[in-house]
């Protein structure tokens, strides 16, 4: 089902949601142009070659001595082989449009307020800084990513209760793309652009802003299964 903007149609698969991890929304958003999701491992070889490069050098002067005759090398083509040495986290690049209808201020300043707080830390206390993202705590723990989901279909911004997005400096969130869901999310940059033109209240008549988010855990072949809700 595809959500409407005020008679603009926008399909669902184009609709980005994201909530915080007890499942309120923080901001909706179109999608303005495709989106990338990042996938690497770090592959290293099997054997350090280095330590024996005297050995090696041994054997490179003897062929030299005896015409190509003779000659050895401590190094097998096994050495070579690679090996698994880590993997990083789901990377998701994706760009949000907002746009006025009715009112600028909600429609586009508001939702993208509330993302640019994501990546930002908080004033505490004492005048020093709350990190953002989870703590060393909720690492340790093995705090779960899969909470609560949003109930129903994403709305349109104009249709967010703003008074139930108040938590959006959360620890993690949980972003849907179209029907793809990616729980566990720490969003790591936002680079937010709004338009000169404005409504009768001074708010920039529209916005965008680009998002780099990551997952809280490596990716793994399970966690691609959940995200494109695949049965293998």
């Known amino acids: 089902m595809a959500a409407e903007y005020d008679h603009i149609t926008v399909p669902a698969g184009s609709t980005v949601t994201i909530s915080n991890h007890e499942g309120e929304y923080i901001a909706a958003g179109t999608l303005l142009e495709d989106y990338t999701i990042s996938l690497s491992s770090e592959f290293g070889t099997l054997v ?6 005297a050995f090696t050098a041994l054997g490179g002067a003897l062929k030299s001595m005896s015409g190509g005759q003779f000659g050895f090398s401590s190094q097998f083509k096994q050495m070579g082989f690679q090996i698994w040495k880590g993997t990083e986290p789901i990377q998701l690049q994706f760009s949000l449009e907002f746009y006025y209808t009715y009112n600028a201020h909600t429609e586009v300043v508001a939702p993208i307020g509330r993302l640019c707080k994501l990546p930002l830390p908080g004033d505490g206390p004492l005048g020093n800084l709350i990190p953002p993202g989870p703590s060393v705590l ?3 723990s093995g705090t779960s990513a899969s909470n609560v989901p949003p109930s129903g279909e994403a709305p349109a911004p104009s249709e967010i209760d703003e008074e139930g997005t108040k938590k959006s400096a959360d620890s993690y ?5 179209g029907n793809m869901k990616f729980r566990g999310c720490i969003v790591k940059s ?3 652009t709004f338009s000169k033109y404005v409504d009768e209240g001074n708010s920039p008549i529209y916005g965008r802003v680009a998002i780099t988010a990551v997952t809280m855990y490596t990716a793994t072949k399970e966690s ?9």
């Open 48 to 53: 350090d070659s280095g330590s024996n490069d």
């Open 138 to 140: 909720e690492a340790i």
């Open 173 to 177: 969130v949980n972003i849907w793309v």
């Open 190 to 192: 936002v680079e937010p």
């Open 224 to 232: 691609i299964n959940e995200s494109f809700k695949l049965n293998v």
